[in-house]
Nanobody, 121 residues
Framework: QVQLVESGGGLVQAGGSLRLSCAASGSIFRINDMGWYRQSPGKQREWVATITAGGNTNYVEFVKGRFTISRDNDKNMVYLQMDSLKPEDTAVYYC???????????????WGQGTQVTVSS
């Protein structure tokens, strides 16, 4: 069984910063892409950023220049550094990872339980 657990959410004023962390644990043979999504009240979950195992990154347009995704492959961790936060960034942030739990299995997508980020104006 694979688990992804996020941490680092909280309340911050507009213009502030937060760093989210996500730890993958359990039966893990290999992790491919890892990423972050978010969901605001009344809205669908939306993609925020992705990082490949090799470190290539992609971001949704509205966070480019403000958010930075990174990972530590040795620790099975992914991070999201969020700077210049805006009230519209308020959401529950979820991490996701494509995990192969054994050498003979295929990659399967796993999700964390989410961490709340609230940005006050």
């Amino acid at each position: 069984q694979v688990q992804l657990v996020e941490s680092g959410g909280g309340l911050v004023q507009a213009g502030g910063s937060l760093r989210l962390s996500c730890a993958a644990s359990g039966s893990i043979f290999r992790i491919n892409d890892m990423g972050w999504y978010r969901q605001s009240p009344g809205k669908q979950r939306e993609w925020v950023a992705t990082i490949t195992a090799g470190g290539n990154t992609n971001y949704v347009e509205f966070v480019k220049g403000r958010f930075t995704i990174s990972r530590d492959n040795d620790k099975n961790m992914v991070y999201l550094q969020m700077d210049s936060l805006k009230p519209e960034d308020t959401a529950v942030y979820y991490c996701t990872g494509q995990v192969m739990d054994t050498w003979w299995s295929s990659f399967r997508n796993y999700w964390g339980q989410g961490t709340q980020v609230t940005v006050s104006s």
